[in-house]
Nanobody, 112 residues
């Protein structure tokens, strides 16, 4: 089973920042990582940020300029820089790929 490799989650205080990383397995260079979703307890999985086929980036409405999605093509890695984090951003964050693969999820907890 192919899994994307996520890292960067953790515990942060409100107003703080985190950077999440998502890499495709080195053995499968054709995988194209697209972006991030998140799922909070008792809620449905929702879009955080994703790159479209024509190179645009779409963000969830709750992002409001706080998060930035970027790609390092040489490393086949996608990054999600999250600033001004709020307690309601607490969730498991998952990255996904064009081929339909997902990561195992990384926990982000925003709490004082």
């Amino acid at each position: 089973q192919v899994r994307l490799v996520e890292s960067g989650g953790g515990l942060v205080q409100p107003g703080g920042s985190l950077r999440l990383s998502c890499a495709a397995p080195e053995s499968i260079s054709s995988i194209l990582v697209l972006g991030w979703y998140r799922q909070a307890p008792g809620k449905q999985r929702e879009l955080v940020a994703q790159m479209t086929a024509d190179g645009r980036t779409i963000y969830g409405m709750f992002v409001k300029g706080r998060f930035t999605l970027s790609r390092d093509s040489a490393k086949n890695t996608m990054y999600l820089q999250m600033n001004s984090l709020k307690p309601e951003d607490t969730a498991v964050y998952y990255c996904n790929s064009r081929e339909g693969y997902w990561g195992q999820g990384t926990q982000v907890t925003v709490s004082s």
